[in-house]
């Protein structure tokens, strides 16, 4: 099912809430984020999307490759890059509890509060964004970078 086109204020809405969650937050970092939270959430379709935009945004494909497993892949981030794919983990499996304050403390060493609040509502978004890839059973493998830009 097409969301946008069955409830286009919904949808549209949506790409004004995600242009509005990353303003000011760096790009590619916005992209590990999204891709994080989408193999989390096993959305193939925000998967495709955002691997696309994240090499088009000059990110390298061994980091992207790396992702799903940076814990043991460490070296391959920065420390703000691991602070805010720990948070990710956070707030996309609150099913393990609420988002620990050791980690919501973390964060908020590499991000001030006008980009940790842009982070937290990032990864928000990128989850509302899975929920509704997942549950219309959006196609993954025909999207363009820049495409709903």
């Given at each position: 099912?097409?969301?946008?086109?069955?409830?286009?204020?919904?949808?549209?809405a949506?790409?004004?809430?995600?242009?509005?969650?990353?303003?000011?937050?760096?790009?590619?970092?916005?992209?590990?984020?999204?891709?994080?939270?989408?193999?989390?959430?096993?959305?193939?379709?925000?998967?495709?999307?955002?691997?696309?935009?994240?090499?088009a945004?000059?990110?390298?494909?061994?980091?992207?490759?790396?992702?799903?497993?940076?814990?043991e892949?460490?070296?391959?981030?920065?420390?703000?890059?691991?602070?805010?794919?720990?948070?990710?983990?956070?707030?996309?499996?609150?099913?393990?509890?609420?988002?620990?304050?050791?980690?919501?403390?973390?964060?908020a060493?590499?991000?001030?509060?006008?980009e940790?609040?842009?982070?937290?509502?990032?990864?928000?978004?990128?989850?509302?964004?899975?929920?509704?890839?997942?549950?219309?059973?959006?196609?993954?493998?025909?999207?363009?970078?820049?495409?709903?830009?």
């Amino acid at each position: 099912m097409a969301l946008a086109d069955h409830a286009p204020e919904v949808y549209r809405a949506m790409i004004r809430l995600d242009a509005a969650a990353h303003k000011g937050l760096d790009p590619v970092l916005v992209e590990l984020v999204k891709i994080r939270a989408s193999q989390l959430n096993h959305c193939a379709f925000c998967l495709d999307m955002h691997t696309k935009d994240a090499l088009a945004a000059g990110e390298s494909v061994e980091r992207i490759v790396q992702l799903s497993a940076w814990q043991e892949s460490r070296h391959f981030y920065t420390e703000k890059e691991l602070a805010a794919l720990e948070l990710t983990e956070a707030v996309t499996v609150l099913t393990d509890g609420f988002v620990p304050d050791e980690v919501y403390a973390r964060a908020a060493e590499h991000f001030d509060e006008v980009e940790l609040s842009h982070l937290i509502a990032s990864i928000v978004v990128i989850n509302s964004w899975n929920r509704i890839a997942v549950t219309c059973r959006s196609v993954p493998g025909h999207y363009t970078p820049g495409r709903y830009k």
